[in-house]
């Protein structure tokens, strides 16, 4: 069974460039988490989507950034524009149901670097 | 002020020792899981507890639920290198609707 798959690995952009990320999660995982990881810290929840509705975007900032799960399957998550203290590791992750007390699997990460 | 603490921040040690790192907070989590994460890659689940006073063993790692399910230890009998890494716990609270990450111990285990 694939894993979660997220790209880029790697994303290099100027300050005020627009960057858009990848995540396909596990087949028949309803539930799908974007976290931010900065250096040194645990993963921070950016938004949780239940199939295609996202029920926790509470940490979203949404001014710039916005997220999309298309037919409840991949979804993207785009900041527009990006800003120096965007540099982190975003995370994808997926569970079979939300909030699941057994765990999510995460995708290896797309680390973003904002000059 | 972070919702779960854990401890120490990093450890190093020699290959052989054994080690305990901490997970506490002051709220009752529905279930608690640990994860290794290595450079580069995300986090892999290691263990969910989810009854307090629980112990959990997976081969020379023993995980304990707290009775009260506010904290969590992890424990790693004879250190390998390979155990080398961020050991993260996350705790769930179904009834509030959240799930939190805390900011993970850096284990380092030279040969």
């Known amino acids: 069974e694939a894993g979660v798959v997220q790209s880029p690995r790697y994303k290099i952009i100027e300050k005020k460039q627009p960057v858009a990320f990848w995540c396909n999660p596990i087949?028949?995982?309803?539930?799908l988490y974007w976290y931010r990881q900065n250096l040194g810290q645990g993963p921070e929840l950016l938004i949780r989507?239940?199939?295609?509705?996202?029920?926790?975007d509470s940490q979203l900032p949404k001014d710039r950034f916005s997220a999309e799960r298309l037919k409840g399957v991949d979804s993207t998550l785009k900041i527009q524009p990006a800003e120096l203290g965007d540099s982190a590791v975003y995370l994808c992750?997926?569970?079979?149901?939300?909030?699941?007390?057994?765990?999510?699997?995460f995708g290896s990460g797309t680390r973003l670097t904002v000059v | 002020t972070q919702l779960l603490e854990q401890s120490p921040q990093f450890l190093s040690i020699q290959e052989g020792e054994n080690l305990t790192v901490y997970c506490n907070s002051s709220?009752?989590?529905?279930?608690l899981q640990w994860y290794r994460q290595e450079p580069g890659e995300g986090p892999v689940l290691l263990v969910t507890?989810?009854?307090?006073?629980e112990v959990k063993k997976l081969k020379r790692l023993t995980f304990q639920f707290g009775d009260a399910r506010k904290d969590s230890s992890l424990h790693i009998t004879a250190a390998q290198p390979g155990d080398t890494g961020l050991y993260l716990c996350?705790?769930?609270?179904?009834?509030?609707?959240?799930?939190?990450f805390g900011d993970g111990t850096t284990l380092t285990v030279k040969p």
């Open positions: 507890v989810v009854t307090g006073g």
């Open positions: 996350a705790g769930v609270r179904t009834n509030a609707g959240k799930s939190t």
């Open positions: 989507y239940e199939n295609e509705e996202a029920v926790d």
């Open positions: 709220s009752v989590f529905s279930s």
């Open positions: 992750a997926s569970s079979h149901r939300t909030l699941d007390n057994y765990g999510y699997t």
């Open positions: 087949s028949g995982h309803n539930t």
